[in-house]
């Protein structure tokens, strides 16, 4: 598949200039944008209703699954703010900048981190979404993580913890930054966060039972037990709603499509990639319902099997147009397969090397990748104030190293400086933010009390 880009363009390398010079760079930012300045929130006078905003973004979705979409986000304020990127991302677009674009994350709530496999199987802690990734700002990813952390904790600590939990957000991702302007590029680059122990594990909120579940996934047992249904063939076991196969009369063009789109994939991945997969034949594929921002976009699991009955787990996953593209520029890449494939890789320190991007069974962009490869997902439901506290640091951490590979940290960190200025300013916009978030989820409620939205149980 050739790589075709569009006018949109990578973020621009400052990293050969003379330190000095870079220095000097990222102070001058503080004329344009003064660090106090990003405390503020105050709602535009042309803002959207967002109730609109879901609603036009509900046009290109998978119509049945909206009201499932709306039931999830209906739950809390942080779930609103889960699958209201759009709504958070026209936001943010009329706040102040620095004028320093990165490779953005784009959708940098703390439920958007966590760990997984590397290719050398070491268990990892980083971002692990990126279907809104996009070159744009990089305070709006650090503005939604501190505000997703206030949101959050609405109902396990105080206001004033809770703001404290957004300024240690900003307090680690400016030291973080430091850091990273010291050290080495290569160093630099090569980062990446380990958690391989269960201190280590259990320091950000991820108890042992979790973490030897996930480390048995790194010995990739020989043969996996399937359930068959139907005959000799390993079938993806149906469980209504959230993972299905098509109707019956819909199958064969279904599996049709899906060998397709497997042929597109395998011409994204690299040779090496290539004759991996190839030692896997395709047998099922399944609609799968993920996430909370995700739902109504097309989504699926496939079922590779080897000659000695060894399975692969694929999912297939739409990508749509980033939410940021409308206020931070176009993608630099056509395809948003790609685009979600090219900013994984450029955020993530060790990533899937199965990731890849091609068209759909209904000719939409795809990306797929490896599904479940050891994933370890934090419980906030357990998380103590000591926890949450660490977690927060921990995601700050990571997301300042995503940044600052694509970022210069020596031009970020001289913009940052050493004071506290730039966290309080954080903490104060993420409970302002976080005020504005209650009342959105309140207008949600109301549509959906009024038939504006439809209405149904949670995952019914």
Not at 111 to 121: D, K, M, Q, S, Y
Not at 146 to 160: C, E, I, N, R, Y
Not at 230 to 238: A, L, M, Q, V
Not at 252 to 269: N, P, Q, R, V, W
């Amino acid at each position: 598949m050739a790589e075709t880009t569009t006018t949109g363009t990578l973020p621009e390398q400052t990293h050969t200039l003379p330190v000095a010079d870079r220095v000097a760079l990222g102070r001058d930012l503080r004329r344009r944008c003064e660090r106090r300045s990003h405390a503020a929130w105050k709602p535009p006078a042309n803002r959207r209703d967002p109730v609109e905003l879901l609603i036009e973004q509900g046009k290109t979705r998978l119509q049945d699954l909206l009201p499932l979409r709306y039931a999830r986000m209906k739950t809390s304020p942080f779930a609103f703010l889960r699958g209201g990127a759009a709504v958070m991302a026209a936001d943010l677009a009329s706040t102040p900048d620095s004028g320093l674009r990165v490779q953005s994350g784009g959708d940098c709530h703390c439920l958007n981190f966590g760990g997984f496999a590397t290719p050398e199987r070491r268990l990892v802690f980083d971002i692990n979404d990126f279907d809104e990734t996009a070159v744009a700002p990089w305070e709006w990813d650090l503005k939604r993580l501190a505000t997703s952390f206030v949101l959050a904790t609405l109902d396990v600590l105080g206001k004033q913890a809770r703001r404290d939990l957004a300024q240690r957000v900003a307090a680690r991702y400016r030291e973080t930054m430091a850091e990273i302007a010291a050290t080495p590029v290569l160093d630099a680059w090569y980062q990446g966060m380990a958690i391989d122990s269960a201190e280590a594990a259990l320091s950000i909120g991820i108890g042992a039972a979790t973490l030897r579940k996930a480390k048995g996934f790194l010995t990739h047992p020989a043969v996996v037990t399937i359930t068959h249904r139907g005959g000799p063939e390993p079938r993806i076991e149906d469980q209504p709603p959230l993972l299905y196969h098509p109707p019956v009369k819909h199958q064969a063009a279904f599996h049709t499509g899906i060998e397709k789109m497997l042929a597109d994939y395998k011409t994204s991945l690299t040779p090496a990639q290539r004759l991996l997969i190839e030692r896997y034949r395709f047998v099922d594929a399944a609609y799968k319902v993920v996430g909370v921002g995700s739902v109504g976009t097309l989504c699926g699991v496939l079922l590779m099997v080897s000659g000695n009955g060894e399975t692969l787990n694929l999912q297939f996953k739409e990508a749509d147009p980033s939410v940021l593209e409308a206020y931070a520029g176009a993608s630099p890449y056509r395809h948003h397969g790609e685009r979600v494939v090219r900013g994984q890789r450029l955020l993530q320190a060790a990533g899937d090397i199965l990731l890849g991007y091609a068209k759909g069974p209904t000719g939409r962009h795809i990306y797929v990748r490896q599904l479940r490869d050891a994933k370890v997902k934090p419980t906030l439901e357990t998380m103590t104030p000591r926890h949450f506290r660490r977690y927060a640091e921990t995601c700050a951490e990571v997301l300042a190293r995503a940044h600052a590979r694509t970022g210069d940290a020596v031009v970020l960190s001289a913009y940052l400086g050493k004071g506290a200025s730039f966290e309080e300013a954080i903490g104060q916009f993420a409970m302002g933010y976080a005020r504005q978030t209650e009342q959105d989820h309140a207008r949600l409620l109301e549509a959906m009390n009024s038939g504006r939205l439809p209405d149904v149980p949670q995952d019914s």
